[in-house]
């Protein structure tokens, strides 16, 4: 019913070992995130991927049942939570267009006087944990009851040592923070959006529970598997779109052209990916390359389009 009626289904088991095979030479060339000390932790060679489907199967390979960092991966999840609760007066605090800067730039924020370009950079998604955390007592767990509503996995949990080593490293992030509310544009105290923040980044999982609970966005706004609606069509397309131009940050354009799907980034290695109508694919692999999205992801995402030809293009 899901699948595209011009298309064969492909045989995924199989594409998933190719690409499997295929990324192994790359899993040795990115870099592991070491801004975050905990983060550097991690063994550099390992990859995992995992397909929902929206008809209920689902694929994996490799280290798919390994929970990492979700990071900024947890952006998507945060803006679409904060999407049902305020709908498009949202824009009137951050904007959707592509940043074409480093994810943690403060340049552009002076001179648009403190209104993020967009809810994926961290300066973004700052201003989306304030409206949450306006919204919501604790908006941090707020958001884990989202994702493990959104995922049915009751078990998806903050990684606290995580969160504490990027929060007593954050100066960046509090520099911005600090920005935006000089401008006006934060409401609740700089350090109760950065410890919020830094606890949503830290959320570990899966790339079987990344692409399940991403998968509302591939069935416009439905979770597949429960039939409960979180967003409308309109803006699921919304989300999808925003992730399509702004979702790998200053590589927007360059993931766009080789992958051709909406995702989602973040520096713990993971990426998440959206064929609307069909699917949801989540990778990782904790090797980044200079704009800090996984480069064995990116890879495998795009090979994972060409085989099964699958985009949104
Ligand atoms: N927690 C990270 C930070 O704020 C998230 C960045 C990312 O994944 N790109 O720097």
């Known amino acids: ?20 095979e295929e ?58 939570l904060a999407y049902t609760r305020e709908g498009d007066a949202l824009w009137q605090r951050v904007g959707k267009e592509p940043s074409g800067n480093p994810f943690n730039s403060l ?31 604790d908006s941090e767990i707020a958001l884990l009851q989202f994702l493990r509503n959104l995922a049915g996995e009751s078990t998806l949990d903050f990684d606290m040592a995580v969160a504490v080593s990027e929060r007593n490293t954050a100066h960046r992030n509090y520099a911005i923070a600090h920005l935006i509310k000089d401008f006006g544009n934060l409401h609740n105290s700089v350090k109760l959006v950065i410890d919020s923040y830094c606890r949503q980044c ?47 940050y200053d590589a927007a354009g360059e993931f766009a052209y080789r992958v051709g799907l909406p995702a989602k980034s973040g520096v713990g290695g993971g990426i998440v990916a959206v064929v609307p109508g069909e699917l949801s694919v989540a990778v990782w692999s904790p090797g980044l390359d200079v704009t800090g999205n996984s480069l064995a992801g990116t890879y495998a995402l795009e090979r994972f389009t060409t085989l099964t030809s699958r985009s949104i293009f």
């Open 107 to 137: 340049v552009q924020l002076e001179y648009e006087r403190g209104i993020p370009r967009n809810p994926f950079i961290n300066a973004g998604a700052l201003v989306i944990t304030d409206i949450l955390a306006s919204r919501y007592v």
């Open 202 to 248: 830290s959320i570990s999982m899966n790339c079987m529970e990344l692409a399940k609970a991403a998968s509302f966005l591939a069935k416009h706004g439905v979770i597949p598997w429960s039939g409960v609606q979180v967003l409308d069509r309109s803006s699921a397309k919304r989300i999808n779109a925003v992730m399509l131009t702004c979702g790998t």
């Open 1 to 20: 019913m899901f699948s595209n009626p011009t298309l064969p289904i492909p045989d995924y088991p199989a594409i998933l070992a190719t690409i499997y």
């Open 23 to 80: 990324v192994q030479p790359l899993l040795s060339q990115g870099k592991v995130a070491s801004y975050i000390p905990q983060l550097a932790k991690v063994e550099r060679e390992q990859f995992g991927m995992a397909l929902y489907c929206l008809d209920g199967q689902s694929f994996s390979i490799g280290a798919a049942q390994t929970r990492f960092s979700a990071q900024s991966v947890t952006k998507l999840f945060a803006l679409a």
